[in-house]
């Protein structure tokens, strides 16, 4: 079972892109980043050559005595025995982050061999790259991050009927009411999703197995390689309080304010002991963070409080499966739902504008009285976004946000159907991933 991932419609841009520079495909570890090279190497490319540096530890030798793409390209050519032509061959260096000398031969493959396709995958690249010693092609190289399987891409290999039918409701943008039959069974899929989440190998042993516990098996597996890398690429004095904080990530989420506390890592703690681990596990992809702001102006990052804000996990699953959390609860809605659906649906929404926005995404509070749970920032506006988790969307805060700072438009995204009342749109949590193209 293969899913279809919406990064290729990018890959094959920057393929035929004349400002083309080696590709770093950044993303979380198993968010499928490596089979997405393959893939595109197989569709778009008469053949590709595939190394990882990871696993395939004796080409590190031969990057570190040369930086010569043409000497490069013939050593790969002849251990991988493949005709490496640069028009038609693509070169995957996967787990790049594990050979810096694989790093900086990026800046020669784009001065002196231009033509030759390079894609690179690393899950820690960002963290890799505050070791001592690293150095990064700076201006050399593009970027591109792979993100968790999004619902609208769940979505055909759950039911493609239910898929066709969004995407030409989403293409005719008339903001209409969806009929019923359509809404129910979205609303279904929704929560299903929600339940799984968007690991790839997750959603392939449900899809196949139909079996929750399976489904748990698989994400705590996840779960649990996460924790291993922690002892591989952090300095042991600190491994600790990154396990302390990882662990006690959903602790703060569990809560009411869902604003960070370190108290509730550790008793006593204090920024200074954690925010290292904070910025690590940020800058690894295995959480989201979100920044209080206060005053909603142009440009939002001017005015944020950096020392206020919400680390959300990196796919909604991971987070269920963390706060033990059972399928059923979602799936019927029973009281231990109640407790947590805010949680998980706060971070699906999250998930789905950092695809489409980046990472650049806030929230707003007015004292204890009012939060909006984000704030985004599009074309030179900024646009409040409320997420409800039920069909009930009573709610003071984002009435007051209006009242006082009058958006051009808002959005409210709830499991009622899509309503759209002048500058306020009401849209049903299952087409969060189109919010770019609706507004």
Known sequence: MKINRNILNDLTRWKDSPYRNPLVLQGARQVGKSFVLKKFGEQYFENYCYINFDFEKEHKSEFAKTKDPVRLVSYLSMVKGINIKPESTLIIFDEIQECNDALNSLKYFNELMPNQAVACAGSLLGVALKREGSSFPVGNVDFFTLYPVSFSEFLPVFNDNLYRYVENYVSARKLDTI???????????????????????????????????????????????????????????????????????????????????????????????????????????????????????????????????????????????????????????????????????????????????????????????????FMLEKNSRIIPVEVKSSANIKSKSLSEYRKKYQPELSIRLSLKNLEKNDDLINLPLYLADYIEILI
Not at 186 to 205: D, Q, S
Not at 332 to 348: P, R, S, V
């Open 179 to 373: 009929p019923d039959i359509f809404h129910n069974q979205l609303i279904e899929a929704y929560k299903i999703y929600l339940c799984c989440g968007g690991m790839p190998e997750t959603i392939v042993r449900f899809l196949e197995t139909k079996n929750w516990e399976e489904t748990d098996s698989t994400n705590n597996k996840i779960l649990t390689a996460y924790a291993l890398d922690f002892a591989k690429h952090i300095d042991s004095k600190d491994i600790p309080r990154i396990h302390r904080l990882w662990q006690n990530i959903q602790d703060n989420l569990a809560k009411e304010d869902r604003k960070f506390k370190y108290s509730l890592i550790e008793k006593n703690a204090r920024a200074r002991e954690y925010e290292n681990s904070v910025e690590w596990l940020v800058f690894s992809g295995l959480v989201n963070r979100t920044f209080e702001v206060q005053t909603p102006r142009l440009p939002l990052s001017a005015y944020k409080n950096s020392s206020a804000f919400k680390l959300y996990m990196v796919d909604s699953g991971l987070l269920r499966t963390k706060l033990r959390l059972t399928p059923l609860a979602i799936l019927q809605g029973d009281k231990l739902f109640t407790e947590f659906k805010g949680i998980l649906t706060e971070n699906y929404v999250l998930q789905s504008l950092t695809r489409q926005f980046g990472n650049e995404i806030y929230y707003w509070t007015s004292g204890n009285r009012a939060e909006i749970e």
